[in-house]
DNA sequence: TTCCAGTCAG
DNA sequence: CTGACGGGAA
């Protein structure tokens, strides 16, 4: 079956639940002396962001590692050196208190990704379609597999097939899909595309990829980190945006402010996030985000780690009914 | 009736 | 930045 899913299985394991073997007391010590020296020479530039990724690639000399020191100084938990800027407190805590709940319980994302990519065979090569689809719902992932199918069943999977076919043909297929209509078209003008400029295959990089009609930096994200194995970026839909900024990991450069795009999620969760994370986050938080932190009404008394959210039983119960501004607001 | 989710057009 | 997009569920 050409079809892929993003979304993990349940009970897998992340990098950094390997982190914390004791080492040998001269090589940490050793390696918290550099990162000392790396971030004041660093400040000493006036440079405006130190990232946790930026000093293990500098100290650690691009090897993968990831010593309790640098992420204790990133905390600052190490309280002889102020933390780097952007690292939010016990966030670790938070995604492992998360991938727990995650655990206990099925969200839609586990059954069907919301966001479907299709690499078909042909000859030696992978055909590459893409479908997207906005929904989170199941009913709409259910329905978003069944157009794949029809897809599969008419040969019009490849970019050649779907360059001959009939747009309206297309259309009909794809049916109850969100936005179908555009979606037929810009499929379309993306196989015209991938045949002229690409050989039939979809572009290899985020820029490329970028430039295909229908294709956001969401998806381009997405393509490059499950589809070309090469990560960019974060993929941040809306349920990433939303909880990142819920759990205050995100804001506008140099404020305090919530951020207010997806892309201001991205590049600031960039900032701090490790590397290895960049592409988990996204099927955790959505899950996250369908079951219990839901956009109305977020589950805070279910949640187990809403003691370190800075948002937990503060959002207004009932948006739509009662428009008015009521006590609870912003700070100043 | 309102909302959903990402992208693009105005 | 705002709204359209297309259907269906809350």
Request: proline share 8%; aromatic share 6%.
């Amino acid at each position: 079956m050409p079809i892929t899913r993003l979304s993990s299985a349940k009970g897998e394991t992340y990098p950094s639940d390997e982190r914390k073997n004791p080492g040998s007391e001269t090589a940490t010590d050793d390696c918290s002396k550099k990162v000392r020296v790396f971030v004041r020479k660093k400040r000493a530039k006036k440079t405006v962001l130190t990232t946790v990724e930026e000093v293990k690639h500098e100290i650690l000399d691009q090897k993968p590692c990831s010593l309790p020191e640098i992420e204790d100084f990133a905390y600052g938990k190490d309280s002889s050196f102020p933390p780097l800027t952007h690292t939010p407190a016990n966030w670790e805590k938070v995604l492992e208190g998360i991938r727990m709940m995650r655990s206990s319980e099925n969200a839609p994302v586990d059954s069907m990704l919301s966001d479907v990519v299709c690499f078909v065979p042909r000859k030696e090569d992978l055909q590459f379609l893409y479908l997207h689809s906005c929904q989170a719902k199941q009913r709409i992932m259910l329905l978003m597999a069944r157009a794949i199918q029809r897809l599969l069943q008419n040969n019009l999977l490849t970019a050649e097939a779907i360059e001959k076919a009939d747009e309206g043909t297309i259309k009909d297929l794809i049916y109850p899909v969100g936005f179908y209509s555009r979606k037929a078209s810009n499929m379309k003008k993306i196989a015209k595309l991938c045949l002229s400029k690409y050989d039939g295959d979809i572009p290899s990089t985020l820029e490329g990829l970028l430039q295909l009609p229908g294709i956001g930096p969401k998806m381009a994200h997405l393509v490059m980190n499950v589809g070309w194995n090469n990560v960019q970026g974060i993929c941040v839909d809306t349920h990433v945006h939303r909880i990142c900024n819920r759990l205050g990991w995100v804001s506008r450069p140099g404020t305090k402010q919530k951020t207010s795009t997806p892309e201001e999620t991205r590049e600031s969760l960039q900032l701090w996030l490790p590397k290895e994370e960049w592409v988990p986050i996204n099927p955790l938080l959505v899950g996250f985000g369908q079951t219990i932190c839901t956009p109305l009404r977020p589950r805070c008394g279910i949640c187990t780690i809403s003691g370190f959210c800075p948002s937990a039983f503060k959002e207004t119960p009932s948006p739509s009914s009662t428009p008015k501004k009521s006590h609870l607001n912003k700070r100043s």
